[in-house]
Nanobody, 128 residues
Framework: VQLQASGGGLVQAGDSLKLTCAAS????????VGWFRQAPGQERDFVAA????????AYSASVKGRFTISRDNEKTTKYLQMNMLRPEDTAVYYC??????????????????????WGQGTQVTVSS
């Protein structure tokens, strides 16, 4: 499966953005999906994930309450709604997904090692 992220841009603090990740050569059916981000000079950090079942969501502490992960019913697109953006949210955002049937049904993984499939990233810049 190939992943294509879009929707990044330059916004001001307090604004909102919605990132989209489209799958090709496969779907998100029976896969966990997530988002990571990487700021300049820093490691990639977990942002959000949704389990294979779609019932379990996980967020990093820094974005919980501001960001929402979701996916469409056709399971070929997923989203990251980002509200109340802060300058510290500035990073390249990567959409990721697991292998089919992995991990366990109601688990939303937060470790990069759980995701073998990564998109190319989309830049989000938040000015103060």
């Amino acid at each position: 499966v190939q992943l294509q992220a879009s929707g990044g841009g330059l916004v001001q603090a307090g604004d909102s953005l919605k990132l989209t990740c489209a799958a090709s050569g496969g779907t998100f059916t029976d896969r966990a999906v997530g988002w990571f981000r990487q700021a300049p000079g820093q490691e990639r950090d977990f942002v959000a994930a949704i389990s294979r079942s779609g019932r379990k969501l996980a967020y990093s502490a820094s974005v919980k309450g501001r960001f929402t992960i979701s996916r469409d019913n056709e399971k070929t697109t997923k989203y990251l709604q980002m509200n109340m953006l802060r300058p510290e949210d500035t990073a390249v955002y990567y959409c990721v997904t697991t292998s089919v049937g992995s991990p366990r049904w109601d688990y939303a993984p937060s470790s990069a090692g759980d995701y073998p499939y990564w998109g190319q990233g989309t830049q989000v810049t938040v000015s103060s």
